[in-house]
């Protein structure tokens, strides 16, 4: 018998957190959401409060807490971006398919697990799963002597856990409503007015501390006023959408959610200090607008220039994810 394991093991424990599982079935029970753009985590206090749960159940101390996510192309998000850099957290990505399917996060997530085990780095484990894909991570862990601990999420009727994954673990326990509750929150979605006269438009603005972008743009004549764009001058006119290759325009939604996009790169790479020279907004410089729309344009494939409606979306989306990470509140426009 080799001498390391005449040595007593002393009590470690890792945290393996399917995002994808987390996410979707506490949307599910708490905001009645089916996808991701519905809700907004706050994903590093929510792990805070699930190492601190373990702790409190465990022996031991805390490896470090594994993250398993999805991604298109496997490119982080801002918001994953974040979590990578939380300590004791180390982020795993697999791809996101065109589907919304997460494809290689279980393979990631056995190789993990079946790996510290081996090298009897950790005496437990913490899982919150529910897919039955799960199951060989578990039974690999199990063969070298860890005790698997299945979290799950409350769920919303019957069960949202396979079941041969309950059985073959080691202890279960299921999250509840509120102890996941303060860190789920619903996502606001501006609303877009009928276009107004811009003296509307400026009454609106003065009766608001902080206006809407929409009450602020939707004054704007896209036919005739220049407006920078990417790719061309500033100052040069914009062809109007009556001019356009007769392709619908792009979708609202999805203008809405690049905004956000942009707008959570440039606080994460530029910092809250920079960011806070927008403000109160909500005209963005020329510089960062001409930026918006590239990154836009490079994401759709196509150019706005013929879609004044789809650039006024683009901003206000910005914004919205702007003066959420500073808590001023938007106001509904109409």
Known sequence: MATSELVPQPARYAVFVDAGYLYAASGALLLEASSRREYRVAAEKLIRALTGHAAEGLRGELLRVYWFDAAPRRQPTVDQRVIANLPLVKLRL????????????DAQLRADLEALARHRAITDAVLLAGDEDMLPAVEAAQRYGVRVHLWGVEPTHGSNQAEWLVWESDTVEVLSADFLRPYFTKAKV?????AAPAR????????????????????RAPATKPIPAAGGRA???????GNSDGKLGPDRHH?????EHVAQKWIFE???????????????PPVIDKELLIEAEKELGRSLRPYQEARTW???????RVYREFGIGVGKSG
């Open 270 to 284: 530029r910092g809250r200090d920079n960011i806070r020279d927008l403000l109160p907004g909500p005209i963005l």
């Open 235 to 241: 100052g040069s006119p914009l062809p109007v959408p």
């Open 190 to 194: 501006l609303a877009v007015p009928p």
């Open 200 to 219: 509307e438009a400026s009454a609106a603005v003065k009766s608001s501390p902080v206006p809407s972008p929409s009450q602020v743009f939707a004054g």
């Open 94 to 105: 697999g791809n996101l398919n065109a589907q919304g399917q997460q494809k290689g996060v």
């Open 255 to 259: 203008m809405l959610e690049i905004g």
């Open 314 to 320: 683009l901003r206000d989306g910005f914004w919205e």
